[in-house]
């Protein structure tokens, strides 16, 4: 079986494991995710139209150095191919991410000392965006628990296998193909059934890609994520985090809790949340996430 060792170049400073314990995204399928490194399975069919399933494996030895990545597949990859295995892990892991401001007005507050040290701030998210939204749609209502089945069975039943065996996520194409009934009763989604086959319908045909661009301002890039079926202010200001636009506070019942328990404040005062993060200005949201997810420790650089 062919592999090919890949070297991605980091910023200052880069902690492989803060970014991968950022959020959730790290324990969902097709991943697996131990004390050192990430295992995962990525189609090249999903990121650039054609090619192989490939096996990965991607790791760093001390924070700041280069990710160490091991890409497997049955047959030797072209240069193009990757080319595109290594654009896909650094947007999944958020290479690329500016933060400098961010982290210079976390210097001001004490409690977010940390955010620096630690370089965090960076999420990771999935290769394509279609892949965020699709799992996005499976946070919405329900148990992390319930999440988690709900993305399993998804790539279990229409994710094309690495030489591993492991199955990655599928493309928007191979999800189009698939009725109501398949989401309702095979991935068991519930009221989602319909807008999974939206959303892939309109990835798969190339138009969603094209009006959900990040470049865009916040307040349009929201305007048109909320028109999607199934999208929520949650969901939106969830997926705008992904696309690198912080200033939403995407607040949830559990975020409410959480920020409400740390600055003293009556249960459901958005407004006082609110008020509480507006020194960040563009970067409201990630110093909220900051604060009510902590400190990581596996991996963390002191």
């Keep these: 079986m062919p592999t090919r060792s890949l070297r991605i170049s980091v910023p200052t400073p880069y902690d492989l494991g803060v970014v991968l314990r950022g959020h959730g995204w790290a324990g ?8 050192e490194n990430l295992r995962s399975a990525l189609d090249l069919s999903a990121v650039c139209g054609r090619g192989p399933v490939v096996d990965l494996e991607v790791g760093q030895r001390t924070p700041s150095d280069a990710l160490r990545v091991r890409v497997s597949a049955r047959r030797p990859l072209s240069r193009e191919q990757l080319a595109h295995v290594r654009r896909a892990l650094v947007r999944s892991l958020a290479v690329e991410l500016e933060l400098q401001e961010f982290w210079t007005r976390c210097d001001a507050v004490s409690r ?3 955010v620096r040290r630690q370089g965090a701030g960076r999420l990771m998210c999935s290769p394509t ?6 799992k996005l749609l499976m946070t919405t209502n329900c148990a992390w628990s319930n999440t988690k089945a709900m993305v ?8 094309r296998r ?3 065996g492991r199955r990655a996520f599928p493309s928007a194409k191979v999800c189009a193909r698939e009725d109501e009934s398949f989401w309702r009763d095979e991935v068991r989604v519930g009221y989602r059934a319909g807008h999974c086959r939206a959303l892939a319908e309109g990835f798969a045909s190339g138009g969603l890609e094209a009006r959900l661009d990040p470049s865009l ?9 909320l028109a999607l079926p199934g999208f929520g202010p949650y969901a939106v200001g969830q997926a705008l985090r992904l696309l690198g636009h912080f200033d939403d506070l995407a607040l949830d019942s559990w975020v409410r809790k959480r920020a409400a328990e740390l600055h003293g404040l009556k249960p459901g005062d958005d407004r006082g949340i609110a008020a509480r993060y507006a020194e960040f200005g563009r970067h409201a949201g990630l110093a909220l996430w900051m604060d009510v997810t902590g400190p990581v420790g596996v991996g963390a650089s002191e």
């Design 152 to 159: 399993r069975r998804t790539v279990e039943g229409l994710g």
């Design 112 to 114: 977010l000392a940390w």
């Design 129 to 134: 965006l279609f892949e965020d939204l699709l």
């Design 217 to 225: 301002p916040t307040v349009e890039l929201r305007r048109r994520l």
């Design 162 to 164: 690495a030489p591993s």
């Design 28 to 35: 969902l399928a097709p991943h697996e995710l131990d004390e």
